[in-house]
């Protein structure tokens, strides 16, 4: 919407700057920005089952929607590889929480066509600049790691808070609530502070 319709859009708080950004053929890319896009064959591998979700998501889902034993070890898998636990899912979150995580997609169906939308099908280009005013909350133990702030300037012209979590993962809002809940509330604030 902020790329769309920032008409619309107050501001955007956000824990990643997008795979968008990544996808620009740049000559003058920086070294520091080279280095942080060179290849990682960790997250490459990781990343594999985005491929699957970007180009085939109806087959993904078929067997998903068909197995709640293969849609919960999917879960867990991703939960514990991507938070910022060690290996340890439950040091991070609770077997409430997961199964709670798991139910809520199974009763809505599982819909994983999300990845396709946002960058198979090219809603946003990979030059597009978002002129809205954002605040970003790194989380460090998330798999893209904290960008270097000109490439996340190249897209996000309006960069007003900038703050790298003392925890979490990609999953931060649920494994580490609080200082996610205090980077929200701050931006707002100042925002409006200043407006």
Known sequence: ????HPESIIALHLTDIGFHAARAQRSD????????LAPNPAAFMEGGYVMVLGT?????AAGLNDSPVGW????????????DCGGDVEK???KDELLTNIMLHWIAGIDPRGYREEWVSASIKPDQEINVPVGLA??????????????AQRNLRDIRRWT??????????????????????????DLKANN
């Open 1 to 4: 919407m902020a790329a769309h």
């Open 92 to 94: 991070s979150f609770t």
């Open 164 to 189: 790298v979590l003392p925890h979490g993962g990609h999953f931060v809002a649920l494994e580490d609530p609080e200082p996610m809940a205090e980077d929200i509330r701050a931006f707002f604030h």
């Open 29 to 36: 890319w920086s070294e520091v920005e080279k280095q942080y």
């Open 72 to 83: 919960a070890a999917l879960v867990i898998e991703k939960f514990r590889s991507w938070s």
């Open 56 to 60: 085939k998501p109806q087959s993904y």
């Open 138 to 151: 790194f989380p460090p133990g998330d798999l893209t790691k904290v960008p270097p702030r000109e490439l």
